[in-house]
């Protein structure tokens, strides 16, 4: 009997190799949460906290406060008169501040409606939350206030998947006088502490309950704070945010806010865009990381809520690269801070190799402890190539040739890394096949298990080329020899990179095209250089690139808009004619806005304005029925389906490169661009969009102001 020997694919990139049961971070719950549609969420830098509608975190839940990777709270529930509060609404305040307006069911004594309950809940250096009381019977009414709490101190990776049971190793400490409940956690060199401050003090404490025993006096107001410690680490910015009882200004100056005051201000007839904007630049200042690196204070994005609140490759360099015309402290925060953890050694278990760009990074127990590969994890092939298309992006916004020299020694790295480790078989393509047991099947942006397919459905071999990567590789040695001609002073290396991103391009159009359904890129080569023939939206993002022939870019911008790709939301990741086709796949029919933004890009590079506006236009609508939010993805059924886009039930919001995307949406209408220390404006507005006029936008060290209607615009130096 011969023994069938299995292939790595990318839902099983390692056959034989036992894993731990708890999945990488790229596995998503299959579920929609257990909090239901009308979870709220809080979030400030690396510290986010989920909860119901009510504001409580039920025991079991994916719910709860989560700081640097760890959960600090899994359960938080607030009773009176030991029953659950009848919600009145509830929402967001602030990405990191919520209210919840509630009040009581039916008591013994105590009726319906007679006590109103509001929290208030924030976040900055602390998980703050006030409770406040108000009694409008008219009579005294005696009744039982209790706060339950609960940790697990779960990594983020188990609170995905299966948490493991701690309580042998969880102490518990609390003061007699019911000021402070505190819980610690030890593994070898691992801490957490939950350590939950009370004012006024409760009643008493029982188990893990602070109860206070109240008289509600008619007309009256009672009021409880209750803190939540989040201690920052070494190299992190402590936060200078607003404060309970400080009148919700802020403290001091925080580079952040510096950030978003920096943006150009703007002046919009359409009222759907200004607040998509509004919202887009009130996100990307919630989801930043801010460090410090040397004597440098730097700010970039973290990709998003709740899953990944951290510092990632990919989705910090998109990120970036979108918002980099309203300003570019992002960009030159995200270039600096990856570059610190670039690639050095090889490193199977971390898949990290020499010039390499790193995935993600976390700092939960299971990563502290070498269970997970994740300080930093590389396991992606195309981060590398965006860190150098961003670097030159910057250097075009700016004209700063001492910030790009600074990065020569990683940019030569990074190069290397494309041509010797990137290229696993010498073919000229970039490819990609994990090597670790804990790794991700797919290192491209599509990084779920089937997020690459057939159009049957059915999975490729690894290593795997996908059509993006290469985009992306070409752009970037495109980019990188324009940098060597300029700041770099490199002729000779600018000669080789032209020369080799003509051949990829020559190449790449010979090996990827599929003549079928009147022709279209495949999504990648398989590791028998099969080309895998389903339909996606990446070959839109081939636009972005450049590397798409005129003649063949018509044909791929009809594909793009055609009914069975546009959905009328906006582009879906697959066609409706594929096998593999899930309207709630997560890469396999979903609409994503940072891929939407891109395209649209793409589409106007190769003077498609008119399709490029009409994406963009249907994701603006879209966000409309998402407080002005874009989610990470949602639904790709058709918009005859419904009469607001299906919401994807476990999308990150907010995700940093869908509150990015509108920007890139404006610079596209705009037709907005730096070349050479000018700053160029070519508009393609929409009718109904009216008149654009952004001030003080920043571009070579200068503030410049432009104004545009239509097909027309002009741009001149801020006074």
Known sequence: MTNVVRRPTPADPTPGVVTSANAPSSVVRTQPPELGPDAVAVVEGRSFMVSNAAGDVPVGTIGGLV?????????????????PLLILSSGLVDDDSAAFFLTNSDLPHVPTNSVGVRRQRFISDAMEERIELECFANEVQSVQLRLRVGTDFADLFEIKQRVRDRSASITRDYSTDGS????TYRNADFTAVTDIQVSPPADRVEENDLIWDLRLEPGLKWQAEVSVALPRRPTEMPSLHRRFGQGFDLVG?????????????QDLDSDLLSRVMDKSKMDLVALRIEQTIGDETIVLPAAGLPWFLTVFGRDSLVTAYQSLSFGPRLARGTIRSLANYQGTRLDDFRDEEPGKILHEVRSGELTRTGEKPHNPYYGTSDATQLWLILLSEYWRWTLDEDFVRRFRDNVHAALGWIDRYGDLDADGYVEYATRSPQGLGNHSWRDSPDGIAYSDGSIPVLPIATCEIQGYTYDAKLRIAELADGPLRDPELAERLRAEAYQLRERFNRDFWIDDRGGYYAVGLDGDKRP????TSNMGQLLWSGIVPPERARVIAGQLLSPHMFSGWGIRTTSTTDRCYNPIGYHSGTVWPHDNSLIAHGLARYGYRDEAARVIVAMLEAADFSAHRLPEAFAGYDRSYGRKPVPYPTACTPQAWASAAPLLFVRTLLGLDARDG????????????????FGRLQAFGKRWDLEAAGDQGHVHLSR
């Open 67 to 83: 700081h640097d990777d760890t959960r600090l709270l899994s359960q938080w529930e607030l009773t009176l008169g030991g029953a």
């Open 678 to 693: 000018q700053l160029l404006i070519d508009p393609h507005l929409p009718t109904d969009f009216g008149r654009i006029r």
């Open 532 to 535: 895998i023939d389903s339909m």
């Open 253 to 265: 100056e925080d580079p952040t806010h510096t950030w978003r005051e920096e943006c150009p201000t």
């Open 180 to 183: 402070r409940l505190c819980f």
